[in-house]
């Protein structure tokens, strides 16, 4: 089972930026597809943000971050990031970094929660209007 640990959330005023990162435990997380998804506050459902192929070569953006938000990932570091530019009231939200434990596989944007096998905790992400 691969541990995540996510960290780099905080509180930004409008416009700003932030950059989560996902840390692994193990390198096996170097061939697992990543995703992010957020939930905000009251919503019963995550929504999913993003995700990352195990070799960094393709990536999926729902419409609601396309062009604003980019996710990257370092395999020698055992770490995925999520830049996070423009940010607005919405985006609001608590992190999760999630796993693919099945290698090599990658579904773009067909991802559900329950394709992912691992979740980080959480990093809280508050923007102010």
């Known amino acids: 089972q691969v541990q995540l640990v996510e960290s780099g959330g905080g509180l930004v005023h409008t416009g700003g930026s932030l950059r989560l990162s996902c840390a692994a435990s193990?390198?096996?997380?170097?061939?697992?597809?990543v995703g992010w998804f957020r939930q905000a506050p009251g919503k019963a459902e995550r929504e999913f943000v993003t995700a990352i192929k195990w070799s960094g070569g393709s990536t999926y953006y729902p419409d609601s971050v396309k062009g604003r938000f980019t996710i990257s990932r370092d395999n020698a570091k055992n770490t995925v990031y999520l830049q996070m530019n423009s940010l607005k009231p919405e985006d609001t939200a608590v992190y999760y970094c999630?796993?693919?434990?099945?290698?090599?596989?990658?579904?773009?944007?067909?991802?559900?929660?329950?394709?992912?096998?691992?979740w980080g905790q959480g990093t809280q992400v508050t923007v102010s209007s």
């Open positions: 193990l390198r096996t997380f170097s061939v697992c597809a």
């Open positions: 999630a796993a693919d434990l099945i290698p090599l596989r990658y579904k773009g944007s067909d991802y559900s929660q329950s394709d992912f096998g691992s």
